[in-house]
């Protein structure tokens, strides 16, 4: 990838993003993480479709 993942919705890297954070999935809010496709997913929800966290110490 180029840059570092941001936040579909703000354009934002996850520590700068103030949009409101849930999953994309089931819409939950409980340890949701910015993931390498730009939305938010809960760790079940990363599981289950294979999603990876955006590495946000790359940049």
């Known amino acids: 990838m180029a ?11 996850e520590q700068q993003c103030t949009c409101e954070k849930y999953c994309t999935i089931c819409k939950g ?3 949701v993480r910015l993931c ?3 939305l938010y997913y809960c760790p079940e929800c990363r599981e289950a479709c294979d999603v990876s966290v955006a ?3 790359a940049y």
């Open 3 to 13: 840059g570092p993942v941001l936040c579909d919705q703000c354009n934002k890297s």
């Open 29 to 31: 809010q409980h340890n």
């Open 36 to 38: 390498a496709d730009g």
């Open 55 to 57: 590495d946000s110490h």
